[in-house]
């Protein structure tokens, strides 16, 4: 088992900035691909970016690309999420999440951290 918790979150002015962290204990970080998601109110929980077991592959839904960057240290078990240029559209409990192998479902999820975006 994985345990993870997300912080960061907060209210931020459209066009600014956020940066997400998950702190994960339990097994071997580095055994695990990283995701973020999201879900926002009335809306079902989407995908928002995953990391490699070592950090060098990253993927991001078309939403965010080129706006956020997820990123990992293995030394420090925690994984990022930077926001940048945020829009309201991106309002919603932001969840970091681990699975062992990229056939594998996402298993360990975080408890989530709010983003709420102000036009």
């Known amino acids: 088992q994985v345990q993870l918790v997300e912080s960061g979150g907060g209210l931020v002015q459209a066009g600014g900035s956020l940066r997400l962290s998950c702190a994960a204990s339990?097994?071997?970080?580095?055994?695990?691909?990283m995701g973020w998601f999201r879900q926002a109110p009335g809306k079902e929980r989407e995908f928002v970016a995953a990391?490699?077991?070592?950090?060098?592959?990253?993927i991001y839904a078309d939403s965010v690309k080129d706006r956020f960057t997820i990123s990992r240290d293995n030394a420090k078990n925690t994984v990022y999420l930077q926001m940048n240029s945020l829009k309201p559209e991106d309002t919603a409990v932001y969840y970091c999440a681990a699975r062992r192998g990229a056939r594998q479902s996402y298993d360990h999820w975080g408890q989530g951290t709010q983003v709420t975006v102000s036009s």
């Open positions: 339990g097994r071997t970080f580095s055994n695990y691909i």
């Open positions: 990391v490699s077991w070592s950090g060098g592959s990253t």
